[in-house]
């Protein structure tokens, strides 16, 4: 089986951009979450999502947005980039939604310059 | 004060070694994770539960829900096993995703 993969892995920004994030579950798992990862913060939730709707949301500014296709690939949006935007952002996977097992993807390492 | 608490930070330990890393938490869980995470980014996980205790190769994992700790125990430690270790917790109800550790950096020496 396939892991989850990401795409892009890296992407450079400038302030005040958007960037696109994309993310593809294992074959079957219908919940894509996504973390944001930072030297200073470490791991946060930013959402979830299940059969297309959000779940749950994490605490982060609505610039930080996502969405669920019919077939589970996942995307995340981020508008007007900040300096503080920079970070890996990894998505996950899982069977259930809720915490349950989750499988992560390598993750997408964003630089706003 | 955070809500899920790893002790040490950093270990640095000898090869053969038996290691143990320490989690605390301070919420109503569903279950609790243990991630590894190896440079570059990728995450693994390693073990999710939510009572007693698992083992997987050379890895135990245990939890204690009355006094809200777990316990991550690598046996006959190996240099490949360098990496960083996170604890993360299900909040009850499923809600919020997960929380997570500041992890812990373990380097072990041959």
């Known amino acids: 089986k396939a892991g989850v993969t990401q795409t892009p892995r890296y992407l450079i920004k400038t302030r005040g951009q958007q960037v696109t994030l994309s993310c593809s579950p294992i074959?079957?798992?219908?919940?894509v979450s996504w973390y944001q990862q930072t030297p200073g913060q470490g791991l946060q939730f930013l959402f979830e999502?299940?059969?297309?709707?959000?779940?749950n949301k994490g605490n982060f500014p609505g610039r930080f947005s996502g969405r669920q296709f019919s077939n589970s690939r996942s995307e995340m949006n981020v508008s007007t980039l900040e300096l503080g935007d920079s970070a890996l952002y990894l998505c996950?996977?899982?069977?259930?939604?809720?915490?349950?097992?989750?499988?992560f993807g390598p993750g997408t390492r964003l630089t706003v310059l | 004060k955070n809500e899920v608490e790893q002790s040490p930070q950093n270990l640095t330990a000898q090869e053969g070694e038996f290691i143990t890393i320490n989690c605390s938490y301070s919420v109503g869980i569903s279950a609790l994770h243990w991630l590894q995470q190896h440079p570059g980014g990728g995450i693994v996980s390693l073990f999710m539960?939510?009572?007693g205790k698992k083992k997987h190769g050379r890895l135990i994992a245990t939890i204690n829900i009355q006094e809200k700790h777990s316990s991550l125990h690598i046996t006959a430690s190996h240099p490949r096993d360098s990496a960083v270790y996170i604890c993360?917790?299900?909040?009850?109800?499923?809600?919020?995703?997960?929380?997570f550790g500041k992890g812990t950096h373990l380097i072990i020496q041959p």
């Open positions: 999502y299940f059969s297309e709707t959000q779940r």
């Open positions: 993360a917790v299900s909040k009850g109800g499923g809600a919020d995703g997960l929380t």
């Open positions: 996950a996977s899982s069977f259930t939604p809720g915490g349950g097992e989750q499988f």
């Open positions: 074959s079957g798992h219908r919940s």
């Open positions: 539960l939510s009572s």
